[in-house]
């Protein structure tokens, strides 16, 4: 349905729902009106927004002090067949729906309200006449808010027609529309900040992303060795990932790079085939991306439930840090899944190394407690103090806190920084305590096009199958990077709309200028978002100095990396991932829901047990399982009612659409609560909440009307939709009762009391 805004001068603004109109007017002489407008401020063409010439309100036969008020309208609301009442369904918020607006306002309508007249007291019984509509009650074809329109949009004559170039009118007016200035601003978004961008932007940019590279660094070494890749893969998916980010990027706090799901992902699809395997991986992700983003299919990822993803991200963080075990203990073992490194961790517990395990267990204490360290409040006491010394005081109370956090923000660096020095000194006394990360490819990476080809041992692999030894990595990584970079943009736009569909074109073009780098997949990661936000981000180009400082780590102090321990590396991996373990979410799911722990419990375990992408898989398919149970077994309430007249009926309520699932359902619940009902009493079924219904449900109705016929029992359909009216008579049932108004329904009441006593009578005599 359309929404529009109609500025009423007499009353306040209210929105006003049209689902169908048609153009004319009540003077004949009048020209049609064009097409309805939905934005007044947008464009104003030749047809859209006209001055409304009719001496006359298009809703009511009374003069309108609206129009003379004013000199335009969105829209002309009458109808083409209609001079009486114009709106074939018209909502106005607070109103029930079946509710006149002519009685509401006084036999006006709610452009042109008339004082004048005295307050009527009419009720949706019908049996009182709507002076402003209608001279008996429910007596034109457009009665009431549910009449028999079929609800489609006016043409001119030829138009929409393929000889009239319709559809080509059509293509064209979409092909301008992308190619606008508005769409071009929304696509390269850049453009909306750069011209507005200020030397105090920078300099917060500039802070926020040498932190971020800080973080960065380190993390991108450990997440190669959580996606089984040597160490400086992931320092390449580090850097042109930001830069491309700064250009496309809706969020400002998003930073763009190598993740903790996104390696392992990566580590369980390529079963060790090497780092071409990754690199096409990320290639192939931004093009599904990419695709999806121009497509427009943001709304799979509704279909990734809250409780699902808690399962996800749960055991993902489970997974990560079992791999990240052996190397705290020091051990070198094949194997990457949970249940091969628990196996591998029980027969090779005895070659544990000390040394290893001191320092992987120390650097995950300090890690934590650094954790907290900006937690520490230093904010003054006492507020009795005046003057210069107070003043002095609260300045170095505010540098030591701001000292505090950055020292928490960049433990990940100092924490390996003083383990890389600590192995160093060993070294050079000749002495090596820790398995080190070994020699880290130094220089930057070449531009070339992704591998499309590779060779492992003896076998070259051709692109096809490369993409099938990938399977269904392919769409599985990219779905769940989109979900983990979507959450990360809802958690920092402070209640701003987050464009699902840029930010799918943004991490598209990421991915694929990456791996034109030697990328792994990359996407956005909500702990150097926290990071990025807690710096004072201004805008996404903070990317470009995170990126500088990779670069530069990558061209001088790629030596230097040889001593960092994998014990410290691994530490900060499990310092990282405990915090995604979601586990205190399970106890509100069962305050609230307890059976949405059955999909959050199945993804976990199905995660843990088998691989990351069959997890999410299966829990999406069990919550699909509840969501379609939900839909066969609809909510069908009978109560018993009274008419006007005094006829005695009975009422069911269904409260969802009908489709083949529910239909033989809905119908055996009906019958048998026509069957205790012992009178016969005719059967009104309220459709009020039945928005949908396909072939199977109209042959499950045609089989209850015919079940009822049988019975010698009339049943009638009240508030049925024209659209759902439609498909019920497409099956061409016996007898087809609907109403939508309350005075038909009973006139038909006490026409099937009289049919039935007018049967009965010959029976008695």
């Known amino acids: 349905m359309t929404k529009y805004k109609l500025n009423n001068t007499v009353r306040s603004a209210s929105e006003v729902t049209l689902t169908s109109y048609m153009t004319g007017s009540t003077d004949s002489g009048s020209k049609p ?3 309805v407008d939905s934005n007044q401020n947008d464009h104003a063409g030749a047809e859209s927004n006209r001055n409304l010439e009719a001496p006359r309100c298009p809703a009511c036969p009374h003069p309108c002090d609206f129009l003379r008020h004013s000199h335009t309208l969105a829209a002309e609301l009458a109808k083409q067949d209609c001079d009486k009442f114009p709106l074939n369904e018209l909502r106005v918020d607070g109103l029930d729906k079946n509710v006149c607006l002519c009685e509401k306002y006084n036999g006006g309508c709610k452009l042109c309200p008339r004082p004048d007249l005295p307050a009527l007291t009419y009720t949706l019984a019908g049996k009182e006449s709507c002076l402003a509509c209608h001279r ?152 599904v991306e990419l695709l999806m983003g121009i497509l427009q299919l943001g709304f799979l990822i509704d279909f990734i439930s809250g409780p699902v993803s808690v399962g996800f991200t749960s055991a993902a963080a489970i997974i990560i840090a079992t791999t990240q075990v052996k190397d705290i203990l020091g051990l070198s073992f094949p194997g990457g899944k949970f249940l091969q490194v628990w196996t591998g961790l029980y027969e090779h517990i005895g070659e544990t190394r000390l040394w290893d395990s001191v320092l992987g267990i120390s650097c995950i204490v300090v890690l934590l407690l650094l954790r907290k360290v900006k937690d520490i409040n230093v904010s003054s006491k006492s507020a009795g103090e005046s003057g210069s010394a107070c003043e002095g005081e609260s300045r170095l109370r505010r540098c030591t806190a701001h000292a505090l956090w950055f020292l928490s923000t960049t433990r990940n660096i100092l924490v390996v920084l003083v383990c890389a020095a600590l192995a160093y000194y060993f070294d050079t006394q000749r002495q090596a305590p820790f398995v080190l990360t070994g020699e880290v490819k130094p220089g930057l990476p070449e531009l070339s096009a992704p591998p499309f080809s590779a060779t492992v041992g003896n076998h070259t692999y051709t692109f096809s199958e490369m993409a099938s030894t990938l399977g269904s990595a392919i769409f599985v990584v990219p779905l769940l990077s989109i979900l983990e970079n979507i959450a990360l943009a809802k958690v920092f736009s402070e209640g701003k709309y987050v464009d699902a569909t840029q930010e799918m074109v943004a991490l598209g073009v990421c991915n694929m200028a990456s791996a034109l780098v030697h990328s792994m997949p990359v996407s956005g990661a909500l702990s150097r978002g926290a990071v990025n936000h807690s710096s004072g981000v201004a805008s996404t180009a903070g990317g470009l100095y995170t990126g500088a400082l990779v670069l530069l780590s990558l061209q001088y102090f790629t030596p230097y990396f040889y001593y960092i321990p994998k014990a410290s590396l691994a530490a900060v991996i499990i310092a990282a991932v405990v915090f995604m373990m979601e586990l205190h979410v399970f106890k509100p799911i069962w305050r609230t829901k307890k059976l949405d722990l059955i999909p959050a419990v199945v993804t976990f375990v199905s995660c843990l047990m088998l691989r990351l992408e069959l997890g999410i898989v299966i829990g999406i398919a069990v919550n699909l399982l509840f969501l379609l149970y939900a839909s066969a077994r609809p909510s069908v309430k009978v109560t018993t009612a009274v008419s006007g007249d005094g006829i005695e009926h009975l009422v069911a309520a269904v409260d969802r659409s009908l489709s083949f699932p529910s239909a033989e359902f809905v119908r055996r619940a009906l019958r048998k609560a026509a069957e205790r009902h012992h009178s016969h009493a005719p059967l009104v079924i309220d459709a009020t909440h039945v928005q949908a219904a396909d072939f199977t449900a109209a042959k499950g109705i045609k089989a209850l009307i015919d079940d009822f016929h049988l019975r010698g029992q009339t049943i009638i359909f009240y508030n049925v939709k024209p659209s759902i009216a439609a498909v019920f008579r497409g099956v061409r049932p016996r007898e087809f009762l609907h109403v939508s108004c309350r005075a038909d329904l009973d006139r038909l009441l006490l026409d099937a009391a009289r049919r039935q006593h007018a049967d009965l009578r010959p029976a008695l005599c």
């Open 33 to 35: 009106a064009g097409e």
């Open 136 to 287: 008996s009650a429910c007596a034109g074809p457009y009665s009431n808010t549910n009449g028999t329109y079929n609800g489609e949009l006016p043409h001119k004559a030829g138009e929409g027609s393929e000889s009239s170039g319709g559809w080509r009118r059509g293509a064209a007016r979409r092909a301008r529309a992308c190619c606008s200035t508005k769409t071009l601003l929304r696509r390269l978004p850049i453009l909306q900040w750069l011209p507005k961008y200020t030397a105090r932007h920078g300099l917060a940019d500039a802070i926020a992303g040498i932190t971020v590279g800080l973080t960065v660094i380190p993390q991108a070494i450990a997440y190669a060795g959580v996606a089984g890749l040597p160490p400086q893969y992931g320092l390449y998916s580090s850097f042109m990932a930001c830069f491309m980010y700064t250009v496309f990027g809706s969020v400002k706090d998003s930073a763009i790079g190598p993740t903790a799901i996104a390696a392992i992902l990566t580590r369980e699809n390529l079963h060790g085939l090497g780092p071409e395997f990754a690199v096409l991986l990320a290639f192939l992700s931004g093009c």
